[in-house]
Every structure is written in C-alpha cells, then in structure tokens.
C-alpha cells in the first residue's frame, strides 16, 4: 500500500459532470487539496480546459503537476460519437494519452481513467476484467484507445470501467433524471428491454474511487453496481422507488429504437477484483435509487 504525505494534490477533470462533481466532494477535507476543471458547465473555482483542443490537457496537468488526476471528462455521447469520431477520439484517447504523459513527469504521480463496459461487444456480459474487449461503436473504441495509453504509460496508472451511472444530479441528463423529467411530466418513455448492465449509483463510484487510490489499486478494476438487470426493468424500479407512473415506459428491442451507434446488449461489469481491493460491494439499484429519491426529497427537479 502506498503512504502519501497529506495533503495530496488531485486534479479531476471533468469536475461538472456527473461523477466528477461528487469527486470534488469526496476529494474534499484536510486530507486533500482538490483542484477541477470545466468545460462547457464552467463555474468560478475550476480551470477551463477543452480537451478537444490539442495540447490543453497536458499544459493543465503540466502547469497544476497534481500527485494524482483522475479523468472523468469525456465525450459521453454515444450518438454524437458515432458522427463526430474524430473528435471523440481526440477527446477520449488522445487527451488522455497527452495527460499519461505529462503524469509520468510526475514522481510517484498516478493517473485515474474512467471507461466503460462499451469496451465490450455485449455478447456474454457481465464481463470481468480479463474478458476479450471488443467495441461496437465509436465511444467504445476511443475509450478502450485511451485505456491502452494510459495503462502504457505507467504500471501504477488505474483505469476504472463502470456502466449505466445514475445519481441524482439537478439539471443533468443522466438515464434516471431523463426518465424523472419525462414521468413527472407524463410523458412517455422509450426504453430498451434487451440492453442489460450492472447499473451504478454515481456516489458509491466516486467513493470507490477513493478507496482504489487509498489501497493504490493499478491496472483495469470494474467498478458497478450489485444488480445485474434490464434497462426496462431499472426503469421500473426507479418509476417505483420514485412514485412515478410505470406504465408511461413503454420496453422496445434495440433494434426498434433508431439509433446510430450499435449498443451491446448483455454488457454489465463484474466487480470481484473490486471487492477484494476496498472489501465490500457496491450498493445495488433499490439502496441508490432510495438514496436518489431521498436527495430529490431535498432538491426541485430542474
Ligand atoms: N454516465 C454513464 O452511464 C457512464 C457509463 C460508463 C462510463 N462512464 C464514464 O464515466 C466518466 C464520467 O461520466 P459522467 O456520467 O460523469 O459524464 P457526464 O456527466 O457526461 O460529464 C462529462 C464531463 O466531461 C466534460 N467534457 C465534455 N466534453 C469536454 C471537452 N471537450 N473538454 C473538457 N471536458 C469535457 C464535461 O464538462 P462540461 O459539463 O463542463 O461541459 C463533464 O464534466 C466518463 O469518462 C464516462 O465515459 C459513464
């Protein structure tokens, strides 16, 4: 186990996101000094960094020289990638790949990248971390690129593969706020019945993240949820946790949603490797999403 000296500097990036916002609060307290960045959701305290723009990303790390970053920016959508593909691998290869390098300047610097189960083809899912990757679609791909570069540059950097994140987030897009907004509004919802994963409660994940760069776990973990289950049935179960009405979902095969990027079907993470380096599992989709549902107690639906 490594021993840093207190407190430790870490740059997360994509600090305005889903995940990367509940890092900067994990990641908070005497024990750290924590330092973000924005792009399009900018706020006073974080860095600007576009990380489509070449060169961004390492004079950011170069200039900050955190002991630890952790990348949680990324282009998160799989439709967008499809048709911007040169941008979606500048974004989650080749940044990334910029970033493993201004790292390894660093003494005793570690490098935390976010994947995903779209590294995947969906076949067998859930997949642990010696499966056979193979992507369908261009996310995936410039994802599983910028994991190859990250894991080449240093044996302590980590890349950490999660799925189907959801968490309650004002104003944000995550599945579960889609579905709240549509629900609440009785609207009705389209929703694959034959794309399954291990769905994640966002705040289990940044607190995993903690846990993996306190025990300095390297290499590939999968991070996700307890429950290996279908996007229609998670869609259920929220619409019930949450007092919605369930049959505004409406369950279509894939094939009959128009979209451009392939999805793999049976795809989903294993977590064994996990719970032996932090010693527990994280929470399943009844415990996140009642912990959803209390924090939407707290906050209006924007
Ligand atoms: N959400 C999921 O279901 C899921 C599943 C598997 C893996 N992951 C991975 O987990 C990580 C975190 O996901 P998330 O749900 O937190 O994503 P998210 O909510 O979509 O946030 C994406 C982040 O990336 C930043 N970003 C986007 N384009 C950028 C650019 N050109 N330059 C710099 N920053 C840019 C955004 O900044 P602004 O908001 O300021 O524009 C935001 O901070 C990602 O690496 C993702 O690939 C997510």
Redesign the pocket.
Known sequence: MMIYSSPKKILV?????????LCLKVFSGEKYQTLG??????SSGLTP?????EG??AAVVSRVRPDIAI???????VEGCESSRE?AFQ??SK?PADIAREMKKIPGGKLV??????VFDGTCGPYDENSLTHPLNV?GES?LKGEKAVLEASESNLVV??????SF?AG????TMQLLKRLSQKEKMLVAADQWATP?Y?QD?ALALENLIKVDACGIIHAAGSDFISRLDFAREAARILKLDPSLIQGLPTSQLKQKAKRPLKAGLKTDRLQKAVGYLMRGIKEGLRDFAENLGKSPVK
């Not at 960094?49 to 723009?53: A, E, N």
């Not at 944000?172 to 599945?175: A, H, K, L, R, V």
Request: charged share 15%; hydrophobic share 35%; aromatic share 10%.
């Open positions: 990036i994509g600090a305005t996101g889903q995940l990367g916002r960045t924005g792009f399009s959701r900018l960094l576009d990380l489509s723009q961004e990303a990348i949680c920016g990324a282009m998160t959508d941008k974004i989650n940044s990248f976010l994947s995903t189960d779209y996310y994802k593969r999660t799925t189907t994140v959801y987030q944000g897009n995550n599945f994640t966002a994940l």
